[in-house]
C-alpha cells in the first residue's frame, strides 16, 4: 500500500479542552473541513504555538517561520494603519544581496581551506601513488586466486604479485568468457592422452510408426461391409472375430456339414460366410499384418542404433539421462508389440499405441546435446597448438575483465593524482587570489541599502485588480521598513470595513509567505490558513482562492517539479481551515488524486468533544490501495458517487437519467431528442457490436435507448445545495453511460467526474 509522505511537521498531537489525545499526521498539503465551533482554530493555535508537533528528524520550529492566517493575525498586525511592519520579500533586491554576501562568506571561507589543504599535500601526492599501485596489485592477487588455480599452465611467467598485475594492466581487449566452457577447452588443449571420439548417430529416419501403412486401423474395428442377415446377426453377437477363426480352421474338412451338429449346411452358406469377409475385409486384415512386421523391424534397428551409441564414448559426457531415455523407449516398444499382436488375432478390437514419437525426438535432443560436447573435445584434439593459445588468451581477458573496476580505479586514481601533483601549486595561489577578491565583493555588497517597495507594489496591484478604491499601502517617510494604509487625500485610513480589513491583512500576510520581516534571514515556511474569507464578497473570494491554490502549488514542488504551474518551494507544508463550503470547493478542485502529499480531514464536534477523521478509502481502482476523498461536494458531484457505487439496476438508472439530463439538457443546451438522434442514429456503430458469422449485437444501442426515455423529466438538479459527506462503484448499464458521453464529444468531462486520466 502506498504511503502518504512525510514533510516538516510529522505529527501533531491535540490535548485541548476539546480534543483529546487525537493525532494527525499530516503530508505536505491538509485540508481541514469543519463546522463554526469544531475545533479548527485549535489546531491551528496548536501548529503557531508549536504545541504536541513532532518534527522530521533533524528539525525544529526554529529551522521555519511558521505562519498563521487566522483573526489573531489581523488584531495584530492592522491595530495602527499608520505602522504596518514592512515586508521583505524574496524578490526584493535586499534579499537578493543577502543570498550574494551569504554565496561570497561561503566560497571565502572553501578558497582559504583549498589554499592550505593544497599546500599540505603538494608533499605526499608520489606516496600516494605508491600505496594505489601496492593496493592495486594486492586486489588483483587476491581475488583471482581461483581462476590462478584452475589455469595454472596459462600463469607460466607471471606467477609474481607484480608481474601478474602488469600482464593484467597489458590485455588489450578485456573480455568475459564462460569459466565452465574454458575450463573444458584448457582440460583438453593441455591434456596430452586427449583424442578424439566418434559422434552419436541419430536414431531412425524422418518415418515413424504414426505414419506407416495400417497404423490407422489400430483404433478402429476391422469388420466385412456385407449387409446380409448372417453378418447383421454376427455384429449383433460380436462374433465376428470367432466366426472367421472357425471357418477358417473347420472348412477344409467338414464336408458340407456343420462341425458341431453335423447336420448338412445350407446352400450357398460358404458364399454368405465369404461374404462377411469381403476385399476390404481382407485388404485390412493383409495392412495390420504387414504394419506388425514393419514396426518390429523398424523399431528394432532404431534401438540397436541407439545401444551402439553407448560404445566408447566421452568420459565427461553424462549418459544417465540418455540410458533412462532407451530404457522408457524399449519398454514403450514392447508394450506396443503386444498391443500389436492382439488386434492381429482380434480385429475387431480397438488398439491405443504407447507415444514413443515424443520420446524419439527428446532422445534426439540429448544426441545433439551430447554430439556439441563431442565435437567440442574433437575441436580442441585437432587443433591443440591454436588452443592452447587461445585459452590461455581468453583466461587473461577474462582476468582483465574480471579486474576491470579495480583497473579503471587505479588508472583513475594515477592520472588523478598525478594531475593535483602537477597542479598544486598553481591551485593555491589561484585559491589565494580567488580568497581576496571575495573578502572585497562582500564589503562592496554590504553598502548598499535594502527596501521594501516590491511587497507596496504586489499589495497595491492586488487591491487594485480586486476592485478596492479609496485607499493603498505606502513607505511611511521618514520611517524605514513601516507601511501605511492611506486614503486618496493622503490621510490615513482608520475606518475600513471588515471584509476590507480582512483582504489587506491576507495580502500582506500572502507577501509576508514570500518574503520576511528580516532582511537578514529568509527562511522556510509552514504555513496555516485559518478560515481567511470572512465577511468577503464573491469576488474577493474568488482572488483569495487562487492566492491559496498558487501557495498549493508552491507546496506541491516540493514533492513534484515536473510541469510545475508557479516557481518556488518555500512553502514546505500547508495547513489549510475552513467552514465555508463554497471556497473548500474553490481550493481543493483537483486535489483528491494527489494522494500521497495532499490529504482531507473532516472536524466533528459531538458533546464538547472534537474528533479529526482522516478522509481516505479504499481504491475504487485497486482494492489494495487508498485514495483520498473530499467531505464537501455539491448535489451534481453526489450524483456521481452515487454512480459509481450503485449495483441496483433501478436506482442507477434514476442517477443516470438525472445526471443526463442535468449536465446535456440544463447545462450543454440539448434537447431530449437531439440527444437520442446523436446516439442512436448518428454514433449508432459505437453501441452495435459486430457478430463473426451472426447477427450484430444489439445489447448496447437498446439499454442506451432505455436510458435516453428518462431524461426531459420536468424535475431538474439544482447546483444550489452543497452537502457534506463520502460515497464509493457498477457493469453494463455503466459502460453504455460512458459511450453515451463519448458520443456526445464530452469523454473529458465524463474522466473529470470518475476520476480518471483523460
Not at 257 to 265: D, G, N, S, T, V
Not at 402 to 424: I, N
Request: with cysteine; proline share 2%.
Amino acid at each position: 500500500m502506498t504511503p502518504k509522505m512525510s514533510s516538516a511537521i510529522k505529527k501533531i498531537t491535540l490535548n485541548t479542552p476539546t480534543f483529546n489525545g487525537d493525532v494527525v499526521e499530516p503530508t505536505f498539503i491538509n485540508f481541514f473541513y469543519g463546522r463554526n465551533g469544531a475545533g479548527k482554530s485549535t489546531i491551528a493555535q496548536a501548529i503557531g504555538a508549536n504545541t504536541g508537533l513532532l518534527w522530521q528528524d533533524g528539525k525544529s520550529a526554529a529551522d521555519y517561520d511558521i505562519l498563521v492566517y487566522d483573526q489573531d493575525f489581523i488584531n495584530n498586525n492592522l491595530q495602527n494603519y499608520g505602522n504596518l511592519a514592512g515586508v521583505f520579500t524574496v524578490c526584493d533586491t535586499n534579499i537578493e544581496i543577502q543570498k550574494q554576501v551569504e554565496q561570497k562568506t561561503a566560497e571565502r571561507a572553501s578558497f582559504d581551506e583549498q589554499y592550505r589543504t593544497l599546500t599540505t599535500a603538494a608533499g605526499s601526492k608520489q606516496d600516494a601513488m605508491t600505496a594505489s599501485l601496492s593496493t592495486f596489485q594486492n586486489a588483483c592477487w587476491e581475488k583471482s586466486k581461483s581462476i590462478r588455480d584452475a589455469f595454472d599452465e596459462a600463469m607460466k611467467g607471471k606467477k609474481r604479485i607484480n608481474l601478474f598485475a602488469e600482464s593484467v594492466l597489458s590485455v588489450p581487449t578485456p573480455a568475459e568468457h564462460d569459466l565452465a566452457a574454458l575450463k573444458k577447452m584448457y582440460d583438453i588443449a593441455f591434456d596430452t592422452s586427449a583424442t578424439v571420439y566418434k559422434l552419436f548417430s541419430r536414431a531412425g529416419s524422418s518415418t515413424t510408426y504414426g505414419k506407416l501403412p495400417g497404423k490407422d486401423l489400430m483404433d478402429k474395428a476391422i469388420v466385412g461391409s456385407s449387409e446380409s442377415t448372417f453378418t447383421a446377426f454376427m455384429k449383433a453377437l460380436h462374433a465376428t472375430d470367432w466366426v472367421r477363426q472357425g471357418h477358417d480352421h473347420y472348412v477344409a474338412g467338414a464336408d458340407g456339414k456343420c462341425p458341431f451338429c453335423q447336420q448338412k449346411l445350407p446352400a450357398g452358406f460358404d458364399d454368405e460366410i465369404a461374404a462377411c469377409f469381403d476385399a476390404q475385409y481382407q485388404q485390412d486384415i493383409d495392412d495390420i499384418t504387414e504394419f506388425q512386421a514393419t514396426y518390429s523391424r523398424e523399431t528394432g534397428a532404431i534401438l540397436d542404433t541407439l545401444q551402439t551409441n553407448l560404445q566408447d564414448v566421452l568420459a565427461t559426457v553424462d549418459l544417465v539421462e540418455y540410458k533412462d531415455k532407451i530404457a522408457l523407449l524399449k519398454s514403450s516398444i514392447e508394450i506396443n508389440k503386444q498391443r500389436i499382436s492382439g488386434k492381429v488375432k482380434e480385429p475387431t478390437s480397438i488398439v491405443a499405441l504407447e507415444d514413443t514419437d515424443s520420446l524419439l525426438i527428446e532422445i534426439g535432443t540429448l544426441i545433439d546435446d551430447i554430439n556439441r560436447q563431442i565435437k567440442a573435445n574433437n575441436d580442441v584434439v585437432n587443433d591443440k597448438k591454436a588452443k592452447k593459445a587461445a585459452c590461455v588468451n581468453q583466461v587473461w581477458e577474462h582476468l582483465a575483465f574480471m579486474l576491470s573496476r579495480d583497473v579503471a580505479t587505479y588508472k583513475a586514481e594515477q592520472a588523478k593524482l598525478k594531475k593535483e601533483a602537477d597542479d598544486l601549486t598553481a591551485k593555491a595561489t589561484a585559491a589565494r587570489r580567488a580568497f581576496n577578491a571575495a573578502t572585497g565583493d562582500i564589503a562592496e555588497l554590504n553598502k548598499q541599502v535594502v527596501n521594501t517597495q516590491a511587497a507596496i507594489a504586489s499589495i497595491n496591484a492586488l487591491l487594485k485588480d480586486s476592485g478596492f478604491q479609496g485607499f493603498s499601502l505606502r513607505e511611511k517617510t521618514g520611517v524605514p521598513n513601516v507601511y501605511e494604509v492611506v486614503r486618496e487625500d493622503g490621510s490615513i485610513a482608520v475606518k475600513l470595513s471588515e471584509g476590507e480589513r480582512n483582504f489587506i491583512a491576507f495580502l500582506y500576510f500572502y507577501n509576508l509567505v514570500r518574503g520576511s520581516h528580516s532582511s537578514e534571514e529568509v527562511k522556510d515556511k509552514i504555513v496555516v490558513i485559518d478560515d481567511p474569507v470572512s465577511s468577503m464578497d464573491s469576488n474577493t473570494l474568488f482572488i483569495v482562492s487562487a492566492i491559496i491554490r498558487e501557495m498549493v502549488e508552491v507546496c506541491y514542488n516540493n514533492t513534484d517539479y515536473r510541469d510545475n504551474t508557479v516557481q518556488g518551494d518555500y512553502i514546505k507544508q500547508i495547513f489549510i481551515l475552513t467552514h465555508n463550503v463554497y471556497f473548500h470547493r474553490e481550493i481543493t478542485y483537483r486535489q483528491v488524486s494527489r494522494y500521497k502529499s495532499v490529504s482531507f480531514y473532516m472536524i466533528h464536534k459531538t458533546d464538547n468533544v472534537s474528533t479529526v477523521k482522516l478522509c481516505d478509502k479504499e481504491s475504487e481502482g485497486c482494492p489494495t490501495e487508498k485514495e483520498n476523498y473530499n467531505p464537501v461536494q455539491n448535489s451534481y458531484a453526489a450524483l456521481w458517487d452515487e454512480f459509481r457505487v450503485l449495483k441496483s439496476t433501478i436506482p442507477l438508472l434514476n442517477v443516470i437519467r438525472r445526471i443526463l439530463e442535468y449536465y446535456f439538457l440544463q447545462l450543454c443546451g440539448y434537447e431530449g431528442t437531439d440527444i437520442r438522434k446523436v446516439v442512436l442514429e448518428k454514433n449508432k456503430d459505437k453501441f452495435v457490436t459486430p457478430v463473426e458469422g451472426g447477427q450484430p449485437d444489439y445489447e448496447k444501442y437498446q439499454l442506451a435507448s432505455s436510458m435516453l426515455t428518462y431524461i426531459n423529466n420536468p424535475q431538474g438538479i439544482s447546483d444550489g445545495l452543497n452537502y457534506v459527506e463520502d460515497c464509493v462503484d457498477a457493469g453494463q448499464y455503466k459502460t453504455v453511460f460512458k459511450l453515451i458521453f463519448d458520443s456526445l464529444g464530452q469523454i473529458q468531462h465524463y474522466n473529470m467526474m470518475m476520476g480518471q486520466e483523460a
